[in-house]
């Protein structure tokens, strides 16, 4: 079956950057998605088509891909940024949808 | 704006069938594709599987042979069933909209999921 790989955790500074990376082989046929998810709430996509923003999502979240990865991008980490965050495609066809494993952000 | 409401019960017993069932306001569950992804508790994000207001399906493999998922339009409401469970498949499910890009260079569609339920915990336990 199709897998999306995240590293589990990443760990960032107030103010700095962070960085999660999303792989899989299906990504240059698929786009990516991103979800952040807060602890008992849903998910709330935060990046759609590997880059675009939705509406109402702070300009600091920002999304990139290249070739079998895509990479979601926190700059200026605040506190409110700490949560869980899930990359989501699908397979190469479009037929099966597909979560990543998932990382948790934690802000130092 | 899109608001879904999961409902069922909280409890199911071993080896029972679990039912689920999806409210959809402030929108028609026409022209849209509907799933139900589920969460155990501390973990990662499942997909099950989607229907399409029409009754077309997808599940996913690895629960194929215990989903059903179906809709009735006249409620807007779309349900699950998942039967045979056990304490694997404690989780909160949600259930939720998707929408769809194409990727060019692909040509084939490109789902995601823009409005989503709270969630609902279904615990598996005698």
């Known amino acids: 079956s199709y897998e999306l790989t995240q590293p589990p955790s990443v760990s960032v500074s107030p103010g700095q950057t962070a960085r999660i990376t999303c792989s899989g082989d299906?990504?240059?046929?698929?786009?990516a998605y991103w979800y952040q998810q807060k602890p008992g709430q849903a998910p709330v996509l935060v990046i759609y088509k590997d880059s675009e923003r939705p509406s109402g999502i702070p300009e600091r979240f920002s999304g990139s891909s290249s070739g079998t990865t895509v990479t979601l991008t926190i700059s200026g980490v605040q506190a409110e940024d700490e949560a869980d965050y899930y990359c989501q495609s699908a397979d190469s066809s479009g037929t099966y949808r597909v979560f990543g494993t998932g990382t948790k952000v934690t802000v130092l | 704006q899109v608001q879904l409401q999961e409902s069922g019960p909280g409890l199911v017993k071993p080896s029972e069938t679990l039912s689920l069932t999806c409210t959809v306001s402030g929108g028609s569950i026409s022209s849209y594709y509907w799933s139900w992804i589920r969460q155990p508790p501390g973990k990662g994000l499942e997909w099950i599987g989607y229907?399409?207001?029409?009754?077309?399906?997808n599940y996913n493999p690895s629960l194929k042979s215990r989903v059903t998922i179906s809709v009735d339009t006249s409620k807007n409401q779309f349900s699950l069933k998942l039967s045979s469970v056990t304490a694997a498949d404690t989780a909160v499910y949600y259930c939720?909209?998707?929408?769809?890009?194409?990727?060019?260079?692909?040509?084939?569609?490109?789902?995601?999921?823009?409005?989503w339920g709270q969630g609902t915990l279904v615990t598996v336990s005698s």
């Open positions: 299906a990504l240059p046929k698929q786009y």
């Open positions: 229907i399409y207001y029409s009754g077309s399906t």
């Open positions: 939720a909209r998707e929408e769809y890009t194409w990727k060019a260079v692909a040509g084939t569609p490109s789902p995601y999921f823009d409005y």
